[in-house]
């Protein structure tokens, strides 16, 4: 039993929120790691901060966790499909660097950017081409039990003998069969049938490559989940984690090969749980569209990495949101408030789990007794993490907390929150500032001074008017002067 209010997730298996009793003493949970083969954008690292609130909340629940991220390294073609070339092969061949150059160097980044969104690291980070020979194993006995056939260009699954194909994505077999892909395979018995193994074309001679029964090649994208979370997290586990766009294809696929492989007409994985789309100018970001923002952008422009954590937490992970300039500046903005109010509450106690943070409250404070009670609702109602944030904010302004309840109040939504509160300096985040960081005073300045300006040079006063601009400059304000009149940003 867990300490507080039961805790509930959205299952995408049947499109509902359940109750989360875990099945064993330690919870499995798979989260589909990156194909390292380009940095991660920032729609890419919303999964892991997710998925990260996720591990926060079993915590919370004192549920104890072992979580596989893995790292695709090959097998992963362009496109998603089952032919053609390898991400990873192709970014070797555009970088002039080898494939283990390339991988390398792009794990590291991904490493990178979850270590300043402040992702707690995963048990275990397991490499595709690590398993390669298991995944032949895997795809074998597959083929053993009838549910293969072989194609010149690989080995693949019949979706026709997997009953319940599709059901994730709440398609039916027929239809999934119809519209699952565009790629045009010859010899493929059903359009949703898909490669376990890619075998190298006539004359072509892969980068990567193994030996198979089926001839020399690579494995299919979606073998190696299947293959690393059965061997790192047994054979049945309770959560597996990822994009919403995996729910439609990559996902329906692991299912299908995984129930076949073990053949027990027990569902493979107990909760699906997925992560809406980040937008930018209300479209899917995705590198196929081209240049997209990455963390390092942001950070470079002036934004700490907990502003962005923090414009992701102020959504729920189940809808979209759209990634706009002024929403980032809110969340700068606020990140900058909430690091100033918490330095004077400093040193923070810990209080990672609900019966810790209860201990720690003092027992005459109903008001911090309350708060915490918010919390815990929140993250149990499927990680509500904008009630949590709210009522973070509130408790921070309410006059009748203690300050010992307020402190383990403040600790608490961190832990839930994950972001970093307990040592975050005001000078850290206050390298870009917009107009929401100001002051009232700050502001009727600001713009007393344009006024003045805007006279001066109504008055061909140039000299003047270049003086205040100098003045305003000097306050880290940039003014533009535009035909409806002057406009202003901090810099």
Not at 143 to 149: A, K, M, P, S
Not at 248 to 274: M, T
Request: glycine content about 8%; hydrophobic content about 45%.
């Amino acid at each position: 039993m867990t300490s507080g209010q039961q805790l509930r997730l959205y299952n995408s298996l049947g499109r509902r929120i359940m109750d989360f009793v875990p099945s064993a003493d330690v919870v499995g949970m798979y989260s589909c790691g990156p194909t390292v083969y380009h940095f991660a954008h920032l729609g890419n690292m919303r999964a892991y901060v997710f998925a990260d609130t996720l591990r926060r909340a079993l915590r919370w629940k004192a549920i104890p966790v072992r979580q596989v991220v893995n790292i695709t390294d090959v097998g992963h073609a362009v496109a998603d499909s089952d032919t053609g070339e390898d991400k990873i092969e192709m970014a070797a061949a555009r970088e002039e660097r080898s494939v283990e150059e390339i991988a390398a160097f792009y794990t590291k980044a991904f490493f990178d950017d979850t270590t300043a969104l402040n992702v707690l690291p995963a048990d275990v980070y397991p490499r595709a081409t690590e398993y390669v020979p298991d995944m032949i194993e895997f795809a074998a006995r597959l083929e053993e039990l009838g549910y293969t056939y072989l194609l010149p260009s690989g080995l693949y699954f019949d979706t026709s003998k997997s009953p319940g194909y599709g059901t994730l994505a709440l398609l039916d077999l027929e239809g999934q069969r119809e519209g699952a892909r565009v790629e045009q395979i010859e010899g493929r018995i059903n359009k949703s049938d898909f490669a376990l193994w890619r075998t190298e074309e006539p004359g072509v001679r892969r980068v990567m490559r193994w030996k198979s029964p089926w001839g020399w090649g690579a494995p299919g994208w979606h073998l190696e989940c299947s293959v690393m979370s059965m061997a790192l997290l047994g054979q049945h586990f309770d959560i597996h984690t990822g994009g919403v766009d995996h729910r439609e294809l990559h996902h329906v696929n692991e299912i299908a090969q995984s129930e076949a492989y073990l053949g027990d007409g027990q569902p493979w994985v107990r909760f699906w749980v997925h992560n809406e789309f980040l937008l930018m100018n209300n479209a899917k970001i995705a590198k196929s569209s081209g240049p997209v923002p990455r963390l390092a952008d942001l950070v470079e422009a002036g934004y700490h990495p907990m502003a962005y954590r923090l414009f992701l937490l102020g959504g729920h992970y189940r809808s979209q949101l759209d990634f706009t300039t002024n929403a980032v500046d809110a969340a700068q903005a606020t990140l900058r408030r909430l690091a100033g109010r918490v330095e004077a509450l400093r040193p923070l106690p810990v209080a990672e789990t609900y019966d810790a943070a209860r201990a720690l409250l003092p027992p005459e404070d109903k008001v911090a007794a309350a708060y915490l009670e918010h919390l815990d609702a929140a993250i149990a109602a499927d990680m509500a993490t904008p009630k949590i944030l709210a009522a973070l904010q509130e408790s921070l302004r309410d006059t009748d907390i203690s300050a010992e309840g307020l402190r383990v109040v403040v600790a608490a939504a961190d832990a839930l929150l994950g972001l970093g509160l307990a040592g975050l300096e005001v000078r850290e985040v206050d390298r870009r500032r917009s107009a929401a960081d100001l002051d009232p005073a700050e502001v009727e300045l600001i713009e007393r001074k344009i006024a003045d300006r805007t006279q001066a040079r109504m008055d061909r006063n140039w000299g003047r008017a270049d003086e205040i601009r100098a003045e305003l400059e000097a306050l880290g304000v940039q003014v533009t002067d535009t035909p409806a009149g002057p406009t202003w940003e901090l810099t």
